[in-house]
């Protein structure tokens, strides 16, 4: 027997057991919602923390808990046909760590390294190659999903669709993921940022439409500084590079970006240069930053957060944490509101391309769009004067220009409201099929009473 032929033996048996390790864990988890005698709600316990809004009162930390921690491994990595198998708890730090020395990379890797893939198809995650690809779901293949029932289903854009893109932005809602098939894209060691720097929206604006027409980058995204200077952050893979910059202690990549005309990353720094903060980083203090810089992430803000959920503020004063969708035409409009009303900077903003109209929105919400492209606007932090929530007018702003925003935050819709932007309809036609008797909340519920403690 050659050598390779023995290689190829142990590739096999190694993947044979992935599978009936996988199998495993699925019937273990699908046994006990069979088996269970409460009657719900029920959520989720994993590894990594949510990356949603830590809110104080939010009642699913009383549910009955489903434990998916195991889910825990990358079952396959497929350089030939660029494709990465895997269960939903694997986060994408270990996802890049794995396919990175194979010059691979996930289209979409969100900017914390513990997002998991589970929770970024469930909460729409996007990052800077999302002008090209679209979300991290638009990159995915196939899903396995255990229905509340604890019935194993597979779907894909030709097998079951309607649930294959429902998952999609439903939170938890609608079942259990626990198989992730997506694709992946040749990487190099190194991106090479630019920055084009803007005194107006119109040309800012302008930069990004040559850009997404054009097809001529890598990486895209930005942020924007003031009414006044708005800065385009423009990657491109590279082989070599005659230096590279770190932004994991002292600095803060987000800080840089309003100095530098270029930088250069490793492609690992580069896919998680906001883990540390999008737009503002603690402790701002250089001493203090010595100290703590190492220890203070994403990871371990939402770790303490959430472990120490009673300190948070009331519902009525939290910071605002928002990630809003506009149609690209209507940018200026928005942001005209935005510079007089909030005042707030800087915005990451990230251009979004529109892949598909996706069947968890309203068609009446899609006919007022002809955009091909929208605008991620991300604001961070912003602090909520008396007597005002600015959570609901975000809400408010956003139905004057045909936006919507992600459900990760605070959420003040009323239920006429939330339903003529999400699709009641295909919603409710998959909850029959997967969760009939609501074990899982519906989205509403979830995302607009469960989290502030109704």
């Not at 289209?107 to 893939?117: C, D, G, N, R």
């Not at 638009?138 to 029932?149: R, S």
Request: hydrophobic letters at 35%; proline letters at 6%; aromatic letters at 12%.
């Amino acid at each position: 027997m050659t050598t390779e032929s023995v290689a190829s033996e142990r590739e096999a048996k190694g993947s044979s057991r992935q599978e009936a390790l996988h199998a495993a864990k699925v019937e273990a988890i699908a046994r006990q919602l069979k088996q269970r005698k409460g009657t719900g709600p029920a959520s989720f316990r994993k590894k990594s923390p949510p990356h949603q809004v830590p809110k104080r009162n939010d009642s699913r930390r009383n549910d009955e808990k489903v434990d998916l921690g195991d889910l825990d491994q990358i079952l396959d990595i497929d350089p030939v046909g660029l494709t990465c198998t895997a269960e939903p708890a694997v986060t994408f730090d270990e996802v890049v760590r794995a396919t990175l020395p194979l010059g691979l990379v996930p289209f979409i890797v969100p900017e914390h390294k513990t997002i998991t893939l589970g929770g970024a198809i469930a909460g729409c995650s996007i990052e800077s190659m999302s002008f090209r690809q679209g979300g991290f779901h638009d990159t995915c293949l196939e899903y396995e999903v255990i229905t509340a029932k604890g019935e194993v289903l597979h779907c894909s854009p030709t097998e079951q669709p309607l649930l294959f893109q429902m998952i999609h932005g439903s939170f938890g809602t609608l079942g259990i993921l626990s198989r992730v098939r997506f694709k992946l894209v040749r990487a190099a060691p190194y991106v090479r940022v630019t920055y084009e720097t803007y005194d107006t929206l119109e040309a800012f604006q302008q930069a990004i439409w040559r850009h997404f027409s054009a097809q001529d980058t890598d990486y895209l995204d930005g942020q924007i500084f003031s009414p006044t200077k708005h800065v385009l952050c423009v990657g491109h893979f590279v082989e070599k590079a005659p230096y590279v910059s770190r932004y994991d202690w002292l600095t803060a990549y987000c800080e840089s970006i309003p100095r530098r005309k270029e930088d250069y990353l490793t492609t690992y720094d580069y896919l998680f240069r906001y883990n540390r903060g999008v737009t503002h980083v603690k402790p701002r203090n250089l001493l203090a930053r010595a100290l703590f810089g190492k220890f203070i992430h994403s990871d371990s803000v939402l770790r303490t957060a959430n472990r120490f959920h009673r300190l948070l503020l009331p519902e009525k004063d939290p910071p605002v944490i928002v990630d809003v969708f506009v149609p690209f035409s209507r940018t200026a409009e928005f942001m005209d509101w935005y510079h007089r009303e909030m005042r707030h900077y800087p915005v990451w903003c990230v251009p979004f391309r529109r892949t598909r109209d996706y069947e968890w929105l309203t068609p009446r919400w899609w006919a007022g769009i002809s955009d091909p492209l929208f605008l991620d606007l991300a604001v961070y932090g912003l602090p909520q004067p008396p007597g005002r929530n600015l959570y609901k007018e975000f809400e408010d702003a956003l139905r004057k220009v045909n936006g919507t925003k992600t459900l990760i935050s605070y959420n003040y819709y009323d239920e006429d409201t939330f339903w003529g932007i999400w699709n009641r309809d295909t919603y409710q036609t998959v909850k029959q099929r997967t969760d009939p008797d609501n074990l899982f909340r519906d989205l509403y519920t979830k995302t607009c009473k469960a989290a502030l403690g109704l």
